[in-house]
């Protein structure tokens, strides 16, 4: 089985503060690994990929992969409540995507 | 980026009657889609792999009787749910991805069914 762990949270943080997400993989061929968010009864959508070992940023958001570790972080910097949703890591192992079960991350204002 | 379509966004069936959702890739072709289903609150559970001219792979414990999966062309995917009863109501999404670097892999918009 390939397992996908997130901590469900919710995490909170306050606006302009630094998100910090955390995901763990058990399957070490895994190539990709992706983080979506999914707003509630909506479908999810794709923030960032990264499929080499170090940080990948794209404006407010840094993805940080350790293929040694089998980790993989989402960094979003001066959060504002827009982001409140859930966040999906996702671990493409040439197959398909496997998902965790989410974090869920509230921005109090 | 790329676009994956879904249709319908939500359905409303009885019990007993068949419901068929579409999934289409709108810019690129999609040789593999994938249909995932979501509880409330649950994470996505892939269901199967749709593959374009082949017989799909389901994971275990779907049924594949039930779950018709169907891709006729490069750009379209179809999902029917057989004789759907009210615990199929969820929602389901399909996805697909272009090849090259990152294999980035996009949803649909979703369909929520609800069997009454």
């Known amino acids: 089985q390939k397992e996908v762990e997130q901590n469900s949270g919710p995490l909170s943080v306050p606006e302009g503060a630094i998100a910090s997400l955390n995901c763990t993989y058990s399957?070490?061929?895994?190539?990709?690994f992706f983080w979506y968010r999914q707003y509630s009864g909506k479908s999810p959508e794709l923030i960032m990929f990264?499929?080499?070992?170090g940080d990948k940023e794209d404006g407010r958001f840094t993805a940080q992969l350790n293929k040694a570790s089998q980790y993989v972080s989402l960094l979003i910097r001066d959060s504002q409540p827009s982001d409140s949703a859930t966040y999906l890591c996702?671990?493409?192992?040439?197959?398909?995507?496997?998902f965790g079960k989410g974090t869920s991350l509230l921005v109090t204002p | 980026g790329a676009v994956v379509s879904q249709h319908p966004s939500w359905v409303i069936c009885k019990s007993g009657t068949s419901v068929k959702i579409e999934c289409r890739s709108l810019?690129?072709?999609?040789?593999?889609m994938f249909w995932y289903r979501q509880f409330p609150k649950q994470s996505l559970m892939l269901m199967a792999t749709?593959?374009?001219?082949?017989?799909?792979?389901?994971e275990q414990g779907v049924e594949k009787d039930k779950f018709l999966i169907n891709h006729a062309s490069l750009t379209l995917s179809t999902l029917t749910v057989t004789s759907a009863h009210p615990e199929d109501s969820s929602f389901y999404i399909c996805?697909?991805?272009?090849?090259?670097?990152?294999?980035?892999?996009?949803f649909g918009e979703g369909s929520w069914l609800t069997v009454v």
């Open positions: 996702a671990v493409f192992s040439g197959y398909a995507l496997n």
């Open positions: 749709s593959n374009e001219g082949s017989k799909a792979t389901y």
């Open positions: 990264i499929y080499s070992n």
């Open positions: 810019d690129f072709q999609a040789t593999t």
């Open positions: 996805s697909a991805g272009e090849t090259g670097t990152g294999n980035t892999i996009y």
């Open positions: 399957d070490r061929g895994s190539q990709s």
